[in-house]
C-alpha cells in the first residue's frame, strides 16, 4: 500500500555488468527426425524450444541450431556466420553451469558433460551432422533435410571433441537438438 492505494509488486533484478553474460547451451524440448527442414527448421525448432528455459540471466534474444548443415554452414562457423561472441563469455547449461570460458573454447569439447550440465539426460543424444572439430561429417542427412541414410550425433556424455561426434543414428530416428542462446 502506498498512501492507502494497493500498488503491485514489483520485480528488480539487478545484473552483474562485470560479469559477462554467458551463452546459454539448451536442448530441444522434444526429439526430431534428421528431416530438420534445413537451417531455418533447425533454429525455428530451438525457438520454439527456447520458451520452455528461464536462464539466470534471462536477456539473451537470438537462437540458433548448434549443428552442422552444409559446407558454409557448420559449427565451427557459428560465431563468424551468426555473430555469436567468440570470445568474453562464457558457454553455459540452462541453470548457468558453465561448460567453458567462451565459445572458442568450446569448439575444442565442452569441459563438462551435457548431462551434469541439464542439457540432455544420460542416453538422450543430439543431432550434430558434424566431426570433431565441428566440420560438417559426409553423414549428415541430407543437410538435414531427409530421413534416409545415416547422420552423425553428438555425444553428450563426453568432454571434449567427442561432444560433436559421438556416432551415427538412422535419419528416421528421434534426436534432440542442441541450442545456442546468445
Known amino acids: 500500500?502506498?498512501?492507502?492505494?494497493?500498488?503491485?509488486?514489483?520485480?528488480?533484478?539487478?545484473?552483474?555488468?562485470?560479469?559477462?553474460?554467458?551463452?546459454?547451451?539448451?536442448?530441444?524440448?522434444?526429439?526430431?527426425?534428421?528431416n530438420l527442414g534445413g537451417r531455418a527448421g533447425a533454429d525455428a525448432k530451438c525457438v520454439t524450444s527456447r520458451g520452455s528455459y528461464?536462464?539466470?540471466?534471462?536477456?539473451?534474444?537470438?537462437?540458433?541450431?548448434?549443428?552442422?548443415?552444409?559446407?558454409?554452414?557448420?559449427?565451427?562457423?557459428?560465431?563468424?556466420?551468426?555473430a555469436v561472441p567468440a570470445t568474453g563469455h562464457p558457454v553455459a547449461g540452462p541453470t548457468g553451469l558453465i561448460l567453458q570460458s567462451s565459445w572458442n573454447a568450446f569448439l575444442a569439447g565442452p569441459s563438462r558433460d551435457a548431462r551434469n550440465a541439464d542439457i540432455l539426460n544420460s542416453g538422450q543424444s543430439w543431432?550434430?551432422?558434424?566431426?570433431?572439430?565441428?566440420s560438417l561429417d559426409p553423414d549428415n542427412c541430407s543437410g538435414g533435410t531427409s530421413t534416409s541414410g545415416d547422420g552423425r550425433r553428438g555425444d553428450n556424455n563426453s568432454t571434449g571433441p567427442s561432444f560433436?561426434?559421438?556416432?551415427?543414428?538412422?535419419c528416421n530416428s528421434?534426436?534432440?537438438?542442441?541450442?545456442?542462446?546468445?
Open 1 to 34: 500500500l502506498y498512501n492507502g492505494i494497493a500498488v503491485p509488486a514489483l520485480t528488480v533484478r539487478i545484473i552483474d555488468t562485470d560479469t559477462p553474460t554467458p551463452l546459454y547451451l539448451f536442448a530441444t524440448t522434444t526429439g526430431y527426425t534428421g
Open 54 to 82: 528461464t536462464f539466470p540471466v534471462n536477456i539473451c534474444s537470438n537462437v540458433r541450431a548448434v549443428i552442422s548443415l552444409s559446407m558454409t554452414d557448420e559449427i565451427r562457423d557459428i560465431a563468424t556466420k551468426y
Open 127 to 134: 543431432w550434430s551432422f558434424s566431426q570433431t572439430d565441428g
Open 164 to 170: 560433436f561426434e559421438g556416432g551415427r543414428g538412422s
Open 174 to 182: 528421434n534426436r534432440r537438438l542442441l541450442c545456442l542462446c546468445y
